[in-house]
């Protein structure tokens, strides 16, 4: 998770397309993900929990004057040692 939210700080978009399991691909594209990297600016990120292949998480980032923060519960799937983002459930 650290590695992704670190991606998206950097605008890592190939990190990101590559760390998204292949099977959900095609729920994203490369434009929207840059897109979304770029238009923020990125400033802390907080793990609220982490158990097996579940991490909850807080991304605090700043759009403009604005402060957000995404709060997300993400699901990782683990496929020959290597680890790749699944789905995730987002608080609103």
Known sequence: MR???SAY???LIDYLWDTTH???RHLYNK?????WAKANHWLKLEIISAEKNVVEFKAFY???LQ???????SQFK?????W????GDYFH
């Open 3 to 5: 590695s992704r939210y």
């Open 78 to 82: 683990k496929e020959k040692e290597q």
């Open 22 to 24: 292949p099977a959900k």
């Open 67 to 73: 402060q957000y923060v995404h709060h997300e519960r």
């Open 9 to 11: 700080a950097l605008h």
């Open 84 to 87: 790749y983002y699944f789905s």
């Open 31 to 35: 434009i929207d993900m840059a897109q």
């Open 62 to 64: 700043q759009k403009g």
